[in-house]
């Protein structure tokens, strides 16, 4: 079985994996990344990435077939005929939902990282230090001081556009040059900042779309296409940046079709000594061994390899001894907002698709705003002209309607709430043992919820929003809450929190399971908190200081 | 919820994975009411609403719905996305039409002047109005919106709707966020 053995083994292919994979093999350790599905290769594989709007049978919308095939996906706008073969079938890969929880995956090399949002941002002390203030769940074993190195260099390596914008609550970074406004979005900016003394500011999104070229990657083209796969590699994908580094060392094997069903732990030297996987293809096993696994399958799988793992010593699994595995789980509540309309402009218009929107950042419960609610919230949005999809309603039909659709409409502004979630002890994964996947794997209970904190925020977002678009000048402004059923997100977090004690968490600062320190746990497992932030650049830092650690640490044979 | 309100806030989930317009027409929603696809729509049923859709988006200067092939699409769309009890009123719908075109006209809407079917069609578009106004949530939907909605979505998504009647260039390779407009230049086609 010598050819099964590596230094270091990645499970998972995502923003996490990719980055463990590039910086292990970068220092030198042979390293396999086991990836659960198929191979997606570079531009190649990006099939629908040249198509247009009527090369689609369907013009990209979803089909009664496609609704009956994916029961979970087609909650949301994921469902979709231009990217349908990136996400999981929810039919292969069942869970059971004790309480509702929309979980949208993608079992492919990269992962995640090919349709994710982008947004890309920094957590500030005002994150890092939200539990020991207001005593919920435990503290972060870190603050930003020791993180913010790590920003600097994994925003240096995935490229992320932004303006440097001088905000404490939203650290300035590394940044490529920002993306433009729009005049519409230019003057709810000044706007705000006159009505709201400059407590609300409205800054251009920091995205993970290069506005300068890289080494192998073309900066954006503003296509605005790029969950289809970027054929300029233009934002940062595991295929597009992580992978390509990785590959270059010589020391990166990828192995596509690997469902790793367990660690294999050695309960007498307190390590993990390698992996059992089922080929998702040819249903057989294999083991692969290391000295060091970085666990990056995504919070909840993550959690279930942890749970079905040394459960000989532990029956709850690998992790599970501090009783907070499978717990703590927390996503971003969304779907609350507001619109309207940006009157005047009307000979103002913009050029190309920007891949990119507006961002305000939170400004409730800091700075000395005191809510009936804790944590805050933060809003994405954009301002732009309206296209045909308007209905002209006051034109019947015919050359009116005609030349009426065919020109640019109204200016509108929509802003859309990302709140953070308090971690609950009680919000849960566990296994269901009585349902099984396509392989024969037990499945995931979802047992997941917001409360009432989460629920009187809810209020504000919506009436913030419409508030400040009322305050800005819009006219017909309108607030819309949808359920915002958690998952939909898509910024699942928490399920092995860090900490500084291992009767309460699952790991150690460094991301290490303290019952098996060679045993890494970076993607967005670690959480204490959610944030109301995009969490993805947070899981790249963390991810790369990880790494760096665990060789250091394999040097000084410490692990 | 409408469509429109559904739109805006699909269009501002910038953070979650993507950005993306979603659907354009009320079907394709209900998880429950799955459609029976293979409906029978014959060549005439295509060339019928090949010229209702005519009528909505006719030719100009740039091409009409008709040359964009209108009516397989609404074939299409009907039969794939659309549930079950808008398949049947998108169906009864033609006949209705069809019988509001004699009454109007006193012919069948083929063999009517372009003229008289513009007038008809405004009459059904004033109906769908005001039958859509003051609709509830789970009363059904009107024909003549769906023909509508598909007609415009349809052909502002068709190569001639998107590149002629609009403007649209694949690889922009730039954004610029503030420039002059001028009454009369066409809006991008996304």
Redesign the interface.
Known sequence: MADNVYDAIVIGSGISGGWAAKELCEKGLKTIMLERGRNIEHVKDYVNA?K???DY?????????M??DY?VL?R???L?ETNLDYWCSDKDSPYTEIKRFDW?RGYHVGG?SL???R?SYRWSDHDYEANAKDGHAIDWPVRYKEIAPWYDYAERFAGISGNRDGLEVLPDGQFMPP?????V??DFASRMKDHFKGMRPVII?RTANITEPLPGRTN?????K??LGCPFGAYFSTQSSTLPAAMKTGNLTVRPWAIVTKILYDKDKKRATGVEILDGETNKTYTYHAKIIFLNASTLNSAWILMNSATDVWPDGLGSSSGELGHNIMDHH??V?A?GIMEGY????????????IYIPRFRNIFGDKRDYLRGFGY???GS?E?????A?EI????D???A?????PW?L???G?GETLPYHENKVTLDKTRKDKWGLNILAMDIEYKDNEKRMRKDMKDDAVEMLTAAGCKNV?G?E?DGTLG???HEMGSARMGKDSKTSVLNKYNQIWDAPNVFVTDGSFMVSSSCV?PSLSYMAFTARAADHAVSELKKQNI | MNRREALSSVALLLGGTIIGAEMFLSGCTNPDKIGTAGLQFSPDDISFLDEVGETIIPATSTPGAKETKIGEFMKTIVNDCYEKEDQQIFLDGMKKLETASKTKNGKSFLESTPEERHNLLVDLDKEQKEYTATKKEKDPNHYFRMMKELTLWGYFTSKDGATKALRYIAVPGRFEGCIPYKKGDKAWAT
Not at chain 1, 220 to 224: A, E, G, I, T, V
Not at chain 1, 396 to 399: D, N, S, T
């Open positions: 040249n247009e709007a009527w049978p369907h013009r990209g919308t979803r089909t009664q077939q609704i009956k029961p087609k949301d706008y994921p979709n949208f995640r349709m994710w949002g947004q993306m433009e406004m729009t005049c979005e230019k999104g954006c083209q503003y296509r605005n790029c969950w969304l779907g907002g619109s009307d000979d103002k218009y913009y050029f190309g698709r920007r891949a990119n929107g994405q949005g954009r002209r296209g045909y999809h308007r209905s309603e019947a039909i015919g050359v309607l005609k030349n659709l065919t020109e640019p409409g509108t929509g802003i859309g990302f309108r819309h949808g939909r997100g898509i995009n």
